[in-house]
C-alpha cells in the first residue's frame, strides 16, 4: 500500500471515528510487527529512547526521521556502564517458533561510531534471536558492535527464523565509549515483517472519541451546584434536556455561551441543572444530538467510596511492611498484595551538596513511597502528613471524626483503640524521627530523601529492588517540616497516646531550632538521579509553618513573635513563585507551605486576637480569586495557566496540575466554612467535577471512578501494562494530568510538540507517561480531603469497607455534533425517576450521510488527520462551531519499560 494511500485511509478512519463511527482497527500492512515503520506522521511510537546511568539523549521526529542527539553517552569513561546506557528501541514484540522473519531499517550517524542492533529478550537471559546477520547461517559472526562512518546511510537487510516463541524488543545500543557526545543518529524505513503468519501483526487501538457534553462521570450532589460543559460554538442558548435511565426529560434548561476557552482551545457553554434535586441516574442531551456519559445525582455516599479508597493508596505504599491482601479494598488484592520492600532500608549517607557532617549508613525503615519510584521524600512528605492530619483536625472542629474511628479504615492497626487516620499518619510521622542527624553539628536536622542510587525499571516491586540505598543530606526545609508535622502530631494524639505525643513534640522542637541554626542548606533544583530533585531556595515560608503549629500546639510567645514577624504572616497566595515555580495558579504547594500555617490557625482564631479578621479577610480574599477563577473556565476548574517552571519559560499547565485543583479547592472549602459564602462551596464542587470527567480530555482522573477513568498510573509495581505479572492499579488513584512541559518521551514520542497542544490537552493515558501520569502521596491525601469534605457537607459519610468504584470501563462516546447555550431551566411536571421511567422519549435518528460527507471530504485531501497530533477540525454539522479534538492517544498495546524516568514531580 503507498504511503499517500495510508495517509488518506487514516484520515478517513479517525474523522468517521470523531464523528461517532465506529471502524475496526486495521493493521498497517501484513505481517508488518511494528507500530510505526517510517515516521512520516511525526509520531514515533512505539519506538522511543530509554537512558540508563549518565546515558543522556535528546530526540526529534520531523521530516519523515527519527533523530536522536548523544548528549552523553555513557559508557565506563563517562561513569555509566556500556554501550546500552542510551537506547532506541520498540517493545511489545512477540516471535513464534518456526515462523520467518525479514528485517530492514536505514541508520545514519553524524559521527563515526559504533552501534548494535538486537531483536530479543527485554530482561535476563537476554537471549538474542537477531543482531544484524543477513540470514540464520551466520547468526554467529554478529556479536559484536557494527562501524558507522560519518554521515553516511547505512541501509541493513537480514532474516531469521525463530527457534523459540517469546515476548522480544528490538533496541539499538547507541551509546558507550565509541561514541562521542553530540552524534546524531538517524532512523527511518524500520521494518519487521513475519511472513509465515499475520497473528501478531501490530494493530493500532482505535482513537479515543470525547463525549460533547462533558460531566462529573461519577455525580453530582443533590443541594449542590450541578454543571456540565457542552463544546458548542453557537451564538446563543441551547436548549438541553435532563433525562432519566429510561430517557424520559425530567429537566429542559437553556446553556450560556462562554466562547472560546484558552486552556483548551474548545468553544464551550455551560450547562446548569442545579435546580433539580431528584437523586438517580441521569445523563444530558440537546436536540442536535449533544450526549453525555450516565452519573449519578446523590448524597454523600456518592464520594464515600472514593475517600476510603483514596486513603487506602497509603497504606498499599507502606514501605518496609507487607501489604496483605485482606487489607485491600478494591481492585485484584490478591494481585496488589506484595511482599515487605526495603525492610530493613539501610541506606548511605551521602557527602554531597556541600555536607560533610555525618556519614556511614542509617536505618530509615518504614514511612511511604513518595509516587511511582521507591524514593521516600520529608519534604513532600511533609505536606502529605500535614493534609492527612489536618484532615483529621478540620473533622474535629468543622465535621465528624467518628467516621475516622478504630475499625473504619482497612489497615492492619484498625483495632488497636487509634483513629485509624491518624494509624496512617503515624506510620509517616515515625518514618520522620528516623530521618533525622543523630550526632554532631548538625543533629536535629532533617536529611532530604532516601532513594536508590539509579532509577529502576517499571514493573518492580519494593521487594525486588536491589539497588543502592541513599541519603542526601540534611537541608532546612526537610527539617522544618519535621518541626511542623511533629508539632501538628501532637495536638492530634495528646489526649490518645501521651507518651507519642511528647516524642513529637520534643522532635519538632528540636528540628525548629536546628533549623534556626542552619537557616540556608537547600538541595539543588535539578539533582533529580535515582530521585526527585525537590529543589528549595527559600525556606522562610517553612519557618512560617513550622512557627505556627508550634505556637498553636504549645502557646509559647517565642513562636508567635517568629510567626508574627514573617513576611509570610497570615498570608494565603494565590500564586506561588521561588524554587521550581514562577507565578504557578496555587494556594500551597510541597515547596510553598507558608499557606497551610495560616490555614492551621483558622481553626484557632480565638488565639489571634484582633488579627483574627485580618486573617478572614485574606482567607476571603483568596477565595474569590479561585472561585472567580472557576465561574470564568470553561471547564470550572480554579487553575489556570503559568510559567512552566524556573527551568522552561513557555506559558501552560504544569506538573501535577490536578494536584493545584485539588489544593485549591481546599482553600475555597476553608473560605466557605469560614463566610458561609456559596460561592466558595459551588467553586469547590466545581474543581473535584474537573477531577471526576468535566475536562477537556473527557477522563476522570482517579482510577475506578467514573465511566472514562485512568487506568495506568506511572507506578513501579502497579505495572499490569508492561507485564501481566503485576497488577493493575487500585480504584481511588489520583494521577497528575495535563502538562504542558512534555517531559517524557512517551509523550514527546506520541507526535506532540510543546506549544502545539491546548494546556488542558496535554494528557495521555499510560503508565510511561510519567510527566502526565504519575500518582503521589500529595496528590492523593488532597483527594482525600475534599472527598470528605464534599460528602460531609452533602450530608454525611458513610464509612465504606469496600471500594464504591466503578471500575476502569470505558462507555461508547456521544457523537460528535456540539450545539447548546445559556439560562434557567424548568423541572418538567411529573418527572421524578418513578413517574418519567413510563414515558421514555426515543431518540433523534442519526443523518447517516454525514459519515459517508466526512470521509469523502477526506479522501479528496481535504482533511488530513494524523493521530497524536492537536489540530482545529473544522466540521460544519447541525450548525455547530469548530471544536479542536482532544489530541489522540498513543497506543496501548507495546509499552515499554524505562530503565531510567526522572521521577521528580515537583508539585
Known amino acids: 500500500m503507498s504511503q499517500t494511500w495510508k495517509r488518506v485511509l487514516s484520515a478517513a478512519m479517525a474523522t468517521a471515528l470523531l464523528a461517532g463511527g465506529s471502524l475496526c482497527a486495521l493493521p498497517a500492512s501484513a505481517g508488518q510487527q511494528l507500530g510505526q515503520t517510517t515516521f512520516d506522521n511525526g509520531v514515533g511510537l512505539p519506538w522511543h529512547v530509554c537512558e540508563s546511568m549518565t546515558g543522556e539523549m535528546e530526540f526529534n521526529i520531523d521530516n519523515g526521521v527519527y533523530t536522536i542527539e548523544i548528549v552523553n553517552p555513557g559508557g565506563a569513561s563517562r561513569g555509566g556502564e556500556d554501550r546500552w546506557d542510551c537506547q532506541f528501541r520498540h517493545r511489545g514484540l512477540t516471535i513464534v517458533s518456526g515462523c520467518h522473519y525479514e528485517v530492514s531499517f536505514d541508520i545514519t550517524a553524524s559521527q563515526s561510531c559504533t552501534y548494535y542492533a538486537k531483536i530479543g529478550d527485554m530482561g535476563e537471559p537476554y537471549a538474542e534471536d537477531w543482531h544484524g546477520e543477513p540470514d540464520d547461517s551466520q547468526h554467529e559472526g554478529y556479536w559484536d558492535v557494527k562501524q558507522l562512518s560519518a554521515n553516511q546511510k547505512t541501509t541493513v537487510r537480514g532474516s531469521f527464523t525463530a527457534k523459540r516463541t517469546a515476548e522480544v524488543e528490538w533496541a539499538f545500543h547507541i551509546g558507550g565509549d565509541s561514541v562521542q557526545p553530540g552524534t546524531v543518529f538517524t532512523f527511518d524505513n524500520m521494518s519487521l515483517i513475519c511472513t509465515d503468519s499475520t497473528e501478531h501483526d501490530y494493530v493500532a487501538e482505535q482513537p479515543w472519541v470525547r463525549s460533547d457534553i462533558l460531566t462529573n462521570q461519577l455525580g453530582y450532589f443533590e443541594q449542590m451546584s450541578k454543571k456540565a460543559t457542552l463544546l458548542s460554538g453557537e451564538g446563543g442558548g441551547v436548549e438541553f434536556y435532563l433525562k432519566d435511565a429510561s430517557g424520559s426529560t425530567v429537566y429542559t434548561g437553556t446553556s450560556t455561551p462562554k466562547g472560546l476557552d484558552a486552556d483548551s482551545g474548545d468553544n464551550v457553554h455551560e450547562l446548569n441543572f442545579s435546580e433539580y434535586t431528584t437523586a438517580g441516574t441521569y445523563y444530558l442531551e440537546t436536540a442536535s444530538g449533544a450526549k453525555s456519559r450516565e452519573f449519578r445525582i446523590g448524597s454523600g455516599d456518592l464520594y464515600s467510596g472514593m475517600l476510603y479508597d483514596a486513603l487506602n493508596y497509603f497504606y498499599q505504599n507502606r514501605s518496609g511492611m507487607e501489604i496483605q491482601s485482606q487489607y485491600i479494598i478494591s481492585g485484584d ?32 525503615t518504614g514511612g511511604w513511597y513518595d509516587a511511582g519510584d521507591h524514593g521516600k521524600y ?32 482497612s489497615i492492619p492497626e484498625n483495632a488497636n483503640g487509634y483513629p485509624d487516620l491518624l494509624d496512617e499518619a503515624r506510620y509517616e510521622m515515625e518514618w520522620f524521627m528516623k530521618m533525622i542527624v543523630q550526632t554532631g553539628d548538625y543533629a536535629g536536622m532533617a536529611y532530604h530523601k532516601v532513594h536508590d542510587s539509579k532509577w529502576t525499571a517499571l514493573a518492580v516491586a519494593p521487594a525486588e529492588d536491589t539497588e543502592e540505598r541513599i541519603i542526601k543530606p540534611p537541608t532546612t526545609a526537610a527539617t522544618l517540616n519535621v518541626a511542623a508535622c511533629g508539632a501538628q502530631a501532637y495536638r492530634l494524639w495528646k489526649d490518645l497516646d501521651a507518651a507519642f505525643a511528647q516524642k513529637c513534640l520534643d522532635t519538632a522542637k528540636t528540628a525548629y531550632n536546628a533549623a534556626k541554626a542552619h537557616p540556608t542548606m537547600y538541595a539543588p533544583l535539578d539533582e533529580s538521579k535515582g530521585g526527585g530533585a525537590y529543589g528549595d531556595d527559600d525556606a522562610t515560608d517553612e519557618f512560617y509553618w513550622a512557627a505556627c503549629e508550634l505556637f498553636v500546639s504549645t502557646g509559647d510567645s517565642s513562636y508567635l513573635n517568629d510567626m508574627q514577624s514573617s513576611a509570610h504572616y497570615l498570608s494565603l497566595p494565590t500564586a506561588l513563585s521561588g524554587g521550581e515555580s514562577v507565578d504557578t495558579v496555587g494556594c500551597f504547594d510541597w515547596g510553598h507551605t507558608a499557606a497551610l500555617g495560616s490555614l492551621t490557625l483558622t481553626l484557632y482564631t480565638d488565639q489571634l486576637g484582633g488579627d483574627a479578621d485580618r486573617l478572614k479577610s485574606n482567607l476571603t480574599a483568596a477565595g474569590d480569586y479561585f472561585a472567580k477563577l472557576a465561574a470564568d473556565q470553561g471547564y470550572g476548574q480554579p487553575y489556570g495557566q503559568s510559567v512552566i517552571s524556573y527551568a522552561n519559560k513557555n506559558k501552560g499547565y504544569i506538573w501535577g496540575s490536578n494536584s493545584f485543583v485539588a489544593d485549591n479547592a481546599i482553600l475555597l472549602a476553608y473560605a466557605y466554612d469560614t463566610t458561609g459564602n456559596d460561592a466558595y462551596l459551588t467553586g469547590a464542587v466545581s474543581a473535584m467535577d474537573y477531577l471526576l470527567g468535566r475536562n477537556p480530555m473527557d477522563y476522570s482522573y482517579v482510577t475506578g471512578y467514573g465511566t472514562h477513568a485512568v487506568q495506568y498510573p506511572h507506578h513501579r509495581y502497579w505495572a499490569h501494562q508492561v507485564s501481566e505479572g503485576y497488577p493493575l492499579a487500585p480504584n481511588g488513584v489520583l494521577v497528575g494530568g495535563p502538562n504542558s512541559g512534555m517531559e517524557d518521551p512517551w509523550v514527546k514520542g506520541s507526535g506532540w510538540k510543546e506549544g502545539q497542544i491546548a494546556p488542558a490537552k496535554c494528557y495521555l493515558d499510560h503508565i510511561e507517561a510519567w510527566s502526565v501520569n504519575e500518582c503521589t502521596i500529595n496528590w492523593n491525601t488532597p483527594l482525600a480531603w475534599m472527598s470528605a469534605y464534599l460528602a460531609e457537607q452533602a450530608g454525611g459519610i458513610t464509612v465504606t469497607h469496600g471500594s464504591g468504584g466503578t471500575g476502569n470501563a470505558v462507555t461508547t462516546p456521544a457523537t460528535n455534533s456540539a450545539a447548546g447555550t445559556a439560562g434557567t431551566g424548568t423541572v418538567v411536571n411529573g418527572s421524578t425517576p418513578q413517574a418519567a421511567a413510563a414515558s421514555g422519549q426515543p431518540e433523534d435518528k442519526k443523518d447517516s450521510s454525514k459519515l459517508w460527507i466526512i470521509v469523502l471530504a477526506c479522501l479528496a485531501g481535504l482533511i488530513s488527520i494524523e493521530i497524536f497530533v492537536f489540530k482545529i477540525l473544522k466540521m460544519n454539522k447541525a450548525g455547530a462551531a469548530a471544536q479542536p479534538a482532544a489530541p489522540q492517544q498513543p497506543p496501548t498495546s507495546a509499552a515499554p519499560v524505562e530503565q531510567q524516568d526522572p521521577d521528580s514531580h515537583q508539585s
Do not use: F
Not at 355 to 363: C, P, R
Not at 378 to 407: F, P, T
Open 333 to 364: 488484592s490478591a494481585s496488589l498484595a506484595r511482599a515487605a520492600g526495603h525492610n530493613p532500608d539501610m541506606a548511605t549517607i551521602e557527602q554531597t551538596w556541600g555536607y560533610s557532617g555525618s556519614s556511614g549508613t542509617q536505618d530509615i
Open 378 to 409: 520529608v519534604v513532600n512528605g511533609g505536606i502529605s502528613l500535614w493534609l492527612m492530619q489536618n484532615q483529621y483536625e478540620h473533622a474535629l472542629k468543622k465535621g465528624d471524626a467518628s467516621v475516622y474511628a478504630d475499625g473504619t479504615m
